[in-house]
Every structure is written in C-alpha cells, then in structure tokens.
C-alpha cells in the first residue's frame, strides 16, 4: 500500500472576523508558497457579516444596524453573497492543491468537497445532501453555504455550518427593504435555512461536529488527520503581516462594482395550477438576476423542486433567464399539476417587467 | 482550435503553467488575458476588476481578480509593471473571458525593465504549443464556450 497523503488539522477557535479573513489569506498564500501543508481548518466567528469578495459594503449590509449591535463588517477572500456569523455557526476550510482532487475544474472540486461534507453533516444524523452549486441542505433546507479562493495551483475551499441560527438576525443584517422583513418573510426564509438544533433537539457538541467532518474528508480525499495546535513560524510572521491589511477600512469598504441599485422585483401569475408569487433580486448594473424566490398553492412533486430552481437560478445574466429555465427543466424530474415551466418564466419576466423604465435605462447603459 | 477543443496563439507569450497570455506591443507595453485553458477551469466568469490605470503592480500581484461561480482569485501577473488600460467592454460583460479569451484582453502593462529581458522568462511558439497542450492533456481540460 502506498503512503497515505497527511491533512493538518487546525482549530483556531472563536475570533474576530478580521483575524479569520487574514488567517485565509495566510494560509492560502503559504499553501503556494509551500510553506503549509494541505490543511483543513475549523473556525468560529465573533458575530460579524462578511461580504462577499467582488461585493460592495454598502450595498450588502446595513452598516449603522451592525455598527449599533457591535456586528463586525468584513470582507471575504472567497467570492459569493454576504452572510451574517456568529458562535452559533462553525467553519470548516480546506487549502489543497489544485490537483490534490484529481481534476483542476473548479466546478467539479467544488462538487467533491461538498459532497465529501453532507457526507460528515450526515454522520451527525441528518439528511445532509449536495445542492448545486454550492449549498448543502436538508430536506431542501439550506445548512450549509460554501465558497472558494485560488491563488495560482493552490485551493482554499470553505464552508459554514449551522449549528444554532437566528434568522431574523440574518435579515436585520443584511440590506433588504425594511417591508421585507415582516413576520411573512421572515418565515419563508426560515423555511429555506435549518440548523443542527433545530433538526436534532439540541446543539451537538462542537467536538463532535469537527471529527464529523474530519473524518469524512480523510475518507473522501483518502488522507491521514494529523491535528496540530497551531500555525508554523512562517505563517505566524504571514499572518501578522495579512491581519494588518485586511484588518483595515482600505480592505472592507473597498469598492469593486459600479455602484446601482439592487431592487427586489416581485410579481404575481394566475396560472391553471394556482396562484404564484416571485420575488426577483436585480443587479441593475450588470443586468443581473442575483436571487429568486418563488412561492405558491400550486402542486408539485417533489416540493422542493422551488428551492433547486432558486438554486439554479442564482447569478443569472437576465438575457440568460429564459435559456437557464429550459436547461433546469430539460434535466429535473419532477410532476406538475396543471403547471409548466412557461409559468415560471411568466411570473419571473413579469417581475422583470415591474422595473423603473429610467433605472432599466442606466442600467443597460451601465453594462454596455 | 488546437487541443481539447481548447484554442492556442503561437505567436504569444505564456506563463510555464498556461494561466495567462501576453502580447507585445509597440513601446515597452505589453496585452495580458486569460488563455483559453483558465477560462475553461475557471467555469462561467461573473465578476471581474482590475486595478485603476496608473497603479504599479510588481511581479507576484496580481493585475485583476475574477470571480466565477462562487470561486474568487487573483489573475496571475509575473512582471514589475504599471497598469496603463483596463478592457472596459470585459469589465461590463466578464463573460467575454469565456467567449473569446484571446480577443478578451483584460489590461495594458507598462513594463518596468527591458521587453526582451521579461519575455525571456515566458514561453512561444512551438515549445509553448507542446506545453499548452501537455496541460490539457494532464489536467484533462476540455475547453468550452460560456
């Protein structure tokens, strides 16, 4: 039998957000460098929202409503939307080699440590299952986001799980039109997030949440666990240096995109099969469709087939929606009573339709 | 299109692991973009930026950043250089980098030693097309279209 490839695992326990972003730039940096080994870390968070990398701050977040609870603001190294964070949710990184997988195509590494961690969720005694492209859920409830970073051959691949979860919490941080977060709302996006608590009666001990997911990465990636305390000398001086960037205004608010509006579009289609309501986040500059929600009485089979179109759906340029409509429905199986795929790009391009003609205006203008 | 479906410009310059390509052009300027190659592993681009004209950017950091599905990171550079244009069409339509990687160009660098010194650090032509295609084979990289 060959020698197995090692995996050095770290915890670095709860921290402030920007100690957590710089230890992300460390360690990925140093993985290039080949100054770390292939590392998996786990994380705890003091409570903060983070941005996505290419997001704007003010965009994202309500920055007086996090200033006046004490919520750090921070901005990731990994691309994707901003997320609220606090003790109640652990971390887990993984910094390989691009090829460590045996694949350099970034979809397909991203599938491969998603699946390699519901199957560690699921060691804990839920459903836990791979939702393309980047979520891990249960039962069609979200429980777990991901994202990545690269930096030349080396990965950095991480993840959240939830373990307890305030969703109003969420939504209080993140910037969504105050008439969105009445009691309706908050629970339609409670039914799209659980957590551990919630699905099991009770919080699992944080150690066991780690050697879950431990274990099932070492399985997946047939490696060797070797814990280790702390971070290498050379990563310490790395790391002193990145937390002074990162742990500055220069870091966070720097500003990535045009900035334009981000309108929530809704719409409502009567359709044979019933009644349905969307909900369309637009990125006016880009013409971009950031989220949808769909909601309805209609019947369908599975059910959850609204949440895997949302999934789906994320980050669709709007010349695109009609063709990534098709594409979903070509490869899901699923049965609709007196409902057809046409009503959902009904009720979406209706949404779309709702907008300000002079906003739709700058922003065709805006992507060129 | 050359290997893997994936398209290759003899007449350019790339670094040994076929990341980005770089064209030379008159006064001590050079064109980068990513090669067909990245964009295909990279998926589908949606964000892109680029540091502002005039930033100097020495060897080792990076001139842009792109994002694509939710993976982010730097697109590599390897010379002391200034930022002397940006692509504006690519940074309002990022999947231009998927469309047309070689027509795409991202920036414009002034080059902060001697053309001939810094391209001597990269490969073209004929070795490169051999090593361009090596890493398609050996990363098993098909090249698409977004």
């Not at chain 1, 961690?117 to 804990?124: F, M, V």
Request: proline share 5%; net charge negative; charged share 30%.
């Amino acid at each position: 039998m060959s020698e197995k490839i090692s995996l050095r695992v770290l915890d670095t326990g709860l921290r402030r957000a920007a100690e957590n972003m710089a230890l992300n730039r460390t360690l990925l940096e140093c993985h290039q460098a080949g100054d770390s080994p292939h590392t998996l870390r786990f994380l705890r968070f003091e409570p903060c929202a983070l941005v996505g990398f290419h997001q704007n701050v003010e965009q994202e977040l309500r920055v007086d409503h996090c200033r006046t609870e004490g919520i750090d603001i921070q901005r990731r190294i990994t691309g994707g939307g901003a997320i609220y964070f606090d003790p109640g949710q652990i971390g887990w990184e993984l910094y390989l080699d691009r090829r460590f997988l045996g694949t350099a195509d970034m979809g397909e590494i991203a599938r491969r440590i998603c699946e390699a961690a519901a199957d560690g969720i699921r060691r804990l005694g839920v459903d836990a299952r791979y939702r393309p492209r980047n979520d891990i859920e249960v039962d069609g409830r979200k429980i777990s986001g991901t994202g990545g970073a690269f930096d030349g051959n080396s990965i950095m691949y991480q993840g959240t799980l939830l373990i307890d979860f305030d969703v109003e919490r969420m939504l209080r941080v993140l910037r969504i039109p105050a008439e969105k977060l009445s009691d309706k709302a908050i629970a339609s996006a409670r039914e799209r997030v659980t957590n551990l608590r919630e699905l099991l009666g009770e919080p699992p001990p944080l150690a066991r949440v780690q050697s879950a997911l431990a274990e099932a990465f070492a399985e997946a990636f047939q490696v060797d666990l070797v814990p280790e305390d702390d971070l290498n000398p050379r990563e310490q001086t790395h790391f002193a240096q990145a937390l002074v960037e990162i742990d500055s205004e220069d870091w966070v608010y720097q500003r990535h995109r045009p900035a334009g509006g981000m309108p929530l579009l809704e719409a409502v289609h009567r359709c044979p099969g019933g009644l349905m309501r969307a909900g369309v986040m637009l990125d006016e500059a880009r013409d971009i469709i950031r989220q949808v929600w769909i909601t309805g009485d209609f019947f369908m089979n599975p059910r959850r087939m609204l949440v895997d179109l949302e999934a789906s759906l994320k980050e669709t340029p709007v010349a695109e929606l009609e063709t990534n409509i098709h594409r979903f429905f070509d490869a899901y199986r699923v049965e609709m009573l007196m409902l057809s795929r046409e009503d959902f790009l009904q009720v979406l391009r209706k949404a779309l339709d709702s907008r300000d003609p002079a906003s739709t205006r700058a922003g065709t203008h805006a992507a060129g | 299109m050359d290997c893997n479906g994936c398209e290759f410009h003899p007449d350019l310059y790339y670094d040994d692991e076929y990341q980005v390509w770089l064209r030379r052009e008159p006064g001590d300027i050079l064109t980068i973009g990513m090669t067909d190659l990245s964009q295909a592993i990279a998926g589908k681009i949606l964000h892109v930026r680029v540091r502002r004209p005039g930033t100097r950017r020495p060897a080792g950091k990076p001139v842009a950043t792109i994002e694509s599905g939710k993976w982010a990171g730097p697109v590599p550079n390897f010379v002391d250089c200034t930022i002397v244009a940006v692509n504006e069409a690519v940074m309002a339509t990022p999947a231009l980098l998927n469309q047309d990687p070689f027509g795409a160009w991202i920036a414009r660098l002034e080059v902060h030693e001697p053309l001939d010194q810094a391209l001597a650090r990269f490969v073209t032509g004929e070795a490169a097309r051999t090593g361009y295609r090596a890493r398609a084979e050996r990363d098993d990289i098909h090249c698409g279209r977004g």
